[in-house]
């Protein structure tokens, strides 16, 4: 195993310990040898955590200088939780036709967006990031209002 991905492994293995993920979570969250740990945090649904791996974004590098942060996000549409943030990042705006379970995105240029299903969209997004194995996303976010937190590992 090469020095950068037993480094990326380890900081994972910390982020998880540091989380309070166990063995089997960690095992469940793939990593892809391409993506260094500093583009990684963290997202906890209650007893659940998600892996971001961020975009190459100016939008992605400021929120993640606001870290960490927990935010009561509403829900919108049945697909997708979103929160005003405090204040408005730089935005780089795209439109993804697909969103996809996972895609955290800014609506504009304060709206933090997560979503939890796939479906066809008209509107435009700067990309915050993915969540690596949005397996079980959809059950942890619930139905109403959650709160999320967002941390580096």
């Given at each position: 195993m090469n020095p950068g991905r037993r480094a990326l492994m380890h900081g994972t293995a910390s982020a998880a310990l540091a989380w309070g993920l166990g063995p089997a979570t960690l095992a469940a969250q793939p990593q892809s040898p391409s993506v260094s740990i500093d583009k990684r945090i963290v997202m906890t649904v209650g007893p659940h955590a998600f892996v971001v791996v961020l975009a190459d974004t100016e939008a992605a590098r400021a929120f993640a200088h606001m870290l960490p942060a927990s935010f009561e996000m509403s829900d919108l549409n049945?697909?997708?939780?979103?929160?005003?943030?405090?204040?408005?990042?730089?935005?780089?705006?795209?439109?993804?036709?697909?969103?996809?379970?996972?895609?955290?995105?800014?609506?504009?240029?304060?709206?933090?967006?997560?979503?939890?299903?796939?479906?066809?969209?008209?509107?435009?997004?700067?990309?915050i990031g993915r969540i690596e194995q949005p397996h079980g996303l959809a059950q942890a976010l619930g139905a109403g209002n959650v709160r999320i937190t967002f941390a580096r590992p």
């Open positions: 049945r697909n997708e939780k979103m929160v005003r943030l405090p204040r408005p990042l730089p935005t780089t705006i795209v439109q993804p036709g697909t969103i996809h379970a996972g895609d955290v995105m800014l609506w504009g240029e304060d709206t933090l967006v997560v979503f939890y299903e796939t479906f066809q969209s008209p509107y435009r997004y700067t990309r």
